[in-house]
């Protein structure tokens, strides 16, 4: 890549060293660079560093392009001879997940378990959350309406709002979603008024000229060319006011997805979760 192609900004070589998978190092990290507009940040990730030819490895590449450190290591003599290689070149060295786990130990009164991949282990919730996948997957656009009474929430939106992705981040929480598209102006199935058990019903929404783009976007990668009403602002704009409508007779919460992120999204729906939970513990 040429100078003129390389995009502005400030380039720094962060070193990602875990004794684990380092998710977690990867994701905190990312969250801290997406604070610094200018920040663009070259990874460099040492995972599964268990040994001292291992750890040796990770030096020879920090010596190559030195940076900032970021760590996640629960074996003590590595930490120790990860920090001191950092002391003695100058390079800052972070501990990400060290005061967090030292004020915990202290406020608790009992010792950190010090063990290696420990958040990773295939517990209760570990299997959940892969149940909730496959649920996720087995319900995806109307599929399997016959069991869809065992979801924890039910999404409900126009073609493009989401609904799929959604599902999937809330299935990574271990929250069984389902959704469902709003296609013309048909009404939703009369599986969700008979249900048994009463999931949370969501309704997605989104503004019309935002929609359009995204789905022009999506023929566009598709390599479709042609006049369509999927992509016409007047017909776009009724199927909006339909599926708004449909979610007001029902009374379904409604999220407008128009500048949020997934992840906001999800925060939303698992919010209203747990104020439903709350007033069923509530009223009992």
């Not at 378990?113 to 649920?135: C, K, M, P, V, W």
């Not at 109307?142 to 065992?150: C, D, E, F, K, V």
């Not at 009404?187 to 969501?202: A, D, N, S």
């Amino acid at each position: 890549m040429s100078d003129r192609e390389r995009p502005q900004g400030y380039y720094v070589h962060l070193h990602l060293v875990s004794d684990a998978t380092g998710e977690t190092l990867t994701g905190i990290m990312r969250a801290a660079s997406a604070q610094f507009r200018s920040l663009i940040p070259i990874e460099h990730t040492h995972v599964l560093t268990r040994s001292e030819k291992q750890l040796d490895h990770a030096f020879e590449e920090i010596d190559a392009a030195p940076g900032i450190v970021m760590y996640t290591m629960v074996n003590e003599s590595q930490r120790q001879r990860l920090v001191g290689f950092c002391e003695d070149r100058s390079i800052p060295c972070i501990d990400v997940l060290g005061p967090i786990l030292h004020t915990l130990s202290q406020y608790l009164g009992v010792p950190v378990s010090h063990e290696t991949g420990a958040q990773h282990i295939q517990d209760e919730d570990y299997h959940q959350r892969i149940n909730a996948l496959n649920f996720a997957m087995a319900h995806d656009d109307g599929l399997s309406p016959q069991r869809i009474n065992q979801a924890d929430v039910i999404l409900l939106g126009v073609s493009r709002t989401s609904k799929t992705p959604t599902c999937v981040y809330l299935a990574n929480r271990g929250i069984k979603a389902a959704n469902i598209p709003i296609v013309g102006k048909i009404e939703p199935p009369e599986t969700l008024t008979g249900l048994k058990q009463t999931p949370l019903l969501v309704g997605l929404t989104i503004s019309p000229r935002r929609l359009v783009q995204i789905r022009r976007n999506r023929l566009l990668s598709l390599n479709e060319h042609r006049p369509s009403e999927y992509i016409s602002e007047a017909a776009v704009r009724e199927e909006i006011i339909f599926a708004k409508r449909l979610f007001a007779r029902y009374g379904w919460p409604t999220i407008d997805v128009t500048r949020r992120s997934i992840e906001e999204t999800s925060a939303k729906i698992m919010s209203l979760l747990a104020a439903r939970s709350n007033e069923s513990h509530a009223g009992q």
